[in-house]
């Protein structure tokens, strides 16, 4: 018996509701990246040398004259059967039916909800014009009838005839075309193109394009009409590795596995303004940006203040606004395209998204020395302070983990033994019996015994040593690392403590200690004094705060996640509003620095330890 007699397959009992689910669950800002894929695929199929894509703005004067955005391209024509075959849901032409390709339904799926007066496709083939309009009418997705002069309706036509007089487009080659109607006659949908909900920006088109096509494929131009980007001409599309030379520097380090990191520096535009040298002449953003690449496109694209927020843990502590970080996967990476091609997720196990957080300790390890010169010609100079803060806490970290019990041969005793195989082991012996050393071997009690060559990731080698201090004065600074009214961040990845000097807490204490020394004959060296203490007390209260809780995983009290929690932003914020339980050190250095008696220092000293207590 074959195996298609063996079942009775599922049949749909309502297909236009399933199908008007389908289309209007798809997110509609996927629809440029649809139809631009498609155009592109179908243009590399194209003869050498003329593989162009187009997108330009066309007035229809069956919609009053509006804009309308149109994308065409110079791959294989279809004939009117074929181009009837395409209209159907998850029907493709060339391509191979699978989850992780390409397969042609998508451009309909995420265009169609934005476009239900119409979306019209025109194919040549042979010198033969072919066209269909997919539109929406009484709730229903389809075809829309054309009516013609003898009176009939039909799905689709032969519009040779009506291309020839138009003469825009030229019968002695294959083409297709796709133009946007939009939601209403009058909209302008290369400006305009999901009516207002999303608004886009003047340069949305150029913008979505360059953020989401890394490469293009092999021979294909894409071509920007006048009035699809913000500069004037017909002007050619280039992807960021296309525009390499518009860069300052950029390089790509091999991570391994066919994993590739591309590092770019943009540094600052000759002229003001807050832009990248890339701006000049590019039709472009010349924003910085991380993101995964596979497969030509880019996934998780960070930006703007959510990358320079994220950037520290990518080894970016400063300049992420100059800074790109891209990570491209090797296609056959265990990977695939969600369904709607948001984002990537893994193929085996709980199938979760990839982020390009998962890479973050890569791109660390991996940064060209270059790039960390400019990272550290970018960064605040370290203070005394800070050195001399770290040594405490290293100090301090020192101490802690060395606090494991050691085993002995007596509880009480001071002889120490060794502990015998790996940690988490025990002495086991096989029939009763011992080795021939008089050693039994060992037996793990746990999945806690070492793989062979097995070693210490980055992010453990990192909390065993205090994190690097960097004090942060500027509001930009404090805005990028997403700090504003907290006491600071701590990066486990870098390792790396930023601290809001501009934090409620610096000036609470500051101003508690002002008011305490009120009246000294010396307002300067009193300002001075209290400004010093009362960022030495927070700084240390948030330090601390970061060590205890390293020295907690390192002992293991603490989980992963619970230790992650006392690192948040929030927490540290508390560790540093408790600034008055530090207090009494600055009374009493205070106190003979300026010169007090010796009976407010005692003063100082008693309530000090009041306050403490």
């Not at 009214?485 to 701590?490: C, D, E, L, N, T």
Request: proline share 5%; aromatic share 6%.
């Amino acid at each position: 018996m074959s195996d298609a007699k063996k079942i009775t397959p599922i049949r749909i009992a309502n297909i236009d509701f399933t199908v008007a689910r389908q289309i209007e669950q798809c997110p509609k800002t996927m629809m440029l990246r649809e139809l631009v894929m498609n155009a592109a695929e179908a243009a590399s199929r194209a003869l050498e040398g003329r593989r162009v894509v187009e997108i330009k703005g066309k007035n229809i004067p069956e919609c009053g004259g509006a804009r309308k955005l149109a994308i065409w391209n110079t791959g294989p024509g279809m004939t009117s059967e074929e181009l009837d075959h395409i209209c159907d849901l998850a029907a493709s032409l060339g391509k191979d039916m699978a989850l992780d390709g390409n397969f042609g339904m998508g451009a309909k799926v995420a265009s169609l909800p934005s476009n239900t007066l119409g979306m019209r496709y025109r194919s040549c083939r042979d010198g033969t014009v072919s066209q269909v309009i997919l539109g929406q009418r009484d709730d229903v997705y389809g075809k829309i009838l054309v009516s013609l002069d003898d009176g009939t309706m039909h799905e689709v036509v032969d519009v040779t005839d009506q291309v020839a007089s138009e003469g825009e487009r030229a019968l002695d080659e294959d083409w297709t075309e796709v133009v946007l109607f939009g939601r209403r006659p009058e909209q302008d949908t290369v400006a305009d193109p999901y009516d207002s909900n999303p608004v886009q920006e003047r340069q949305w088109i150029t913008t979505y394009l360059y953020h989401r096509f890394y490469h293009l494929p092999d021979g294909v131009e894409m071509m920007m009409e006048e009035g699809t980007h913000p500069r004037d001409g017909r002007r050619p599309f280039k992807t960021i590795p296309q525009r390499a030379d518009a860069f300052g520097q950029v390089e790509t380090m091999d991570a391994g596995n066919g994993i590739l990191i591309h590092y770019l520096y943009d540094p600052p535009y000759q002229t003001a303004g807050g832009h990248n040298k890339s701006i000049s002449g590019s039709l472009t953003s010349s924003v910085s940006t991380c993101a995964v690449v596979f497969r030509g496109e880019m996934y998780d694209v960070r930006k703007s203040k959510k990358w320079a927020s994220d950037a520290p843990m990518f080894g970016i502590p400063f300049g992420a606004k100059h800074i790109s970080i891209h990570i491209e996967l090797p296609d056959d990476f265990g990977v695939r395209l969600e369904p709607y091609r948001r984002f990537l997720q893994l193929v085996e196990g709980d199938q979760r998204q990839v982020t390009v957080e998962d890479f973050s300790e890569m791109a660390f390890a991996n940064r060209p020395e270059w790039l960390i010169e400019i990272i550290n010609s970018l960064a605040p100079k370290a203070s005394t302070s800070t050195q001399d803060l770290k040594k405490q806490l290293q100090d301090l970290l020192n101490e802690l983990r060395v606090r494991t019990p050691s085993p002995r041969a007596e509880r009480e005793g001071d002889i120490v033994v060794e502990a015998g195989g790996a940690r988490g082991a025990v002495a086991s012996r096989a029939n009763g019996g011992s080795g021939g050393d008089g050693r039994a071997p060992d037996k793990p009690t746990e999945l806690l015994q070492n793989p062979a060559g097995a070693k210490r990731a980055n992010i453990a080698r990192n909390m065993e040593q205090a994190p690097d201090i960097i004090l942060l004065r500027d509001d930009e600074h404090i805005a990028e690392k997403e700090i504003a009214g907290k006491a600071a961040r701590y990066f486990r990845e870098a390792n790396q403590l930023f601290i809001n000097m501009k934090y409620s807490a610096v000036a609470s204490a500051e101003d508690h200690l002002l008011r305490r020394y009120a009246g000294h004959d010396d307002p300067e060296l009193l300002r001075s004094e209290c400004l010093r203490w009362s960022e030495q007390i927070m700084m240390g209260r948030v330090g601390f705060a970061v060590v205890y809780a390293q020295a907690k995983q390192l002992l293991r009290e603490w989980t992963s996640d619970d230790v992650k929690k006392a690192l948040e932003p929030e927490s540290l914020s508390l560790a540093a509003d408790g600034w008055r339980d530090a207090i009494s050190s600055a009374y009493h250095s205070i106190s003979r620095r300026l010169g007090t008696s010796q009976a407010k220092m005692k003063e100082d000293r008693e309530e000090g330890e009041s306050i403490g207590a």
